[in-house]
Nanobody, 124 residues
């Protein structure tokens, strides 16, 4: 059974940084794309960033470009989301997802497994 466990969320002031981790178990994720999504209160879940199986291809949504970076360490079966210059509008529950394909997608329907989410709160 595949499990994704996110960690690293918390409360941070605007302008601060957080690093989210997503550890996969029950499957060697080195041939899987991974993504991060987020859901703010009262809003639909939205795409944040995604990365290919090797880490060679990655992209993010326009609102976080230059501030948030996705990466992965296949030796640790873990993906990361480094978030800098955080803004109050980044406040959301952040979800990690795994796609059983080599290449990532912006479409949450393309992902096969999801973590339980981790709360990120940015105070102004």
């Amino acid at each position: 059974q595949v499990q994704l466990v996110e960690s690293g969320g918390g409360l941070v002031q605007a302008g601060g940084s957080l690093r989210l981790s997503c550890a996969a178990s029950g499957r060697t994720a080195s041939r899987d794309a991974m993504g991060w999504f987020r859901q703010a209160p009262g809003k639909e879940r939205e795409f944040v960033a995604a990365i290919s199986w090797s880490g060679g291809t990655s992209y993010s949504t326009d609102s976080v470009k230059g501030r948030i970076t996705i990466s992965r360490d296949n030796a640790k079966n873990t993906a990361y989301l480094q978030m800098n210059s955080l803004k109050p509008e980044d406040t959301a529950v952040y979800y990690c997802a795994l796609r059983g394909e080599l290449w990532p997608s912006r479409d949450e329907g393309e992902y096969d497994y999801w973590g339980q989410g981790t709360q990120v709160t940015v105070s102004s």
